[in-house]
Nanobody, 128 residues
Framework: QVQLVESGGGLVQAGGSLRLACAVS???????????MGWFRQAPGQERGFVAT???????YYAESAKGRFTISRDYAKNTVYLQMNSLKPEDTAVYYC???????????????????WGQGTQVTVSS
């Protein structure tokens, strides 16, 4: 089990950018290297939905709504995963959650039930 702490959320105007970070603690660097990481989001009254995932070899996969605008990446030395969000829209407003799954495979995990550990979330608000 690992602990996840998100940061980087905030208020931004439509068309702007934000970079979210997810620090993974209670895991050695060797352990972090074997984790698949994901970003999900939840708007009020909606279910938590998939945004992006990165596997242990830094292969990436995105939801259609994120393709071309968001980029997920990971820094193995810092045990941190990032979500760079550009061209933000009001419909991107949500609480964004980081998730982790021990998975030294090339599989892309897009279902929230695939993940074992979650952060507390960070609010992203995009004004029109």
């Amino acid at each position: 089990q690992v602990q996840l702490v998100e940061s980087g959320g905030g208020l931004v105007q439509a068309g702007g950018s934000l970079r979210l970070a997810c620090a993974v603690s209670a895991a050695s660097q060797r352990t972090f290297n074997n984790y698949a990481m994901g970003w999900f989001r939840q708007a009020p009254g909606q279910e938590r939905g998939f945004v992006a995932t990165i596997n242990w070899r830094s292969g990436t996969y995105y939801a259609e709504s994120a393709k071309g605008r968001f980029t997920i990446s990971r820094d193995y030395a810092k045990n941190t995963v990032y979500l760079q969000m550009n061209s933000l829209k009001p419909e991107d407003t949500a609480v964004y959650y980081c998730a982790a799954r021990f998975a030294p495979t090339n599989t892309y995990y897009t279902n929230r039930n695939d993940y074992n550990d979650w952060g507390q979330g960070t609010q992203v608000t995009v004004s029109s």
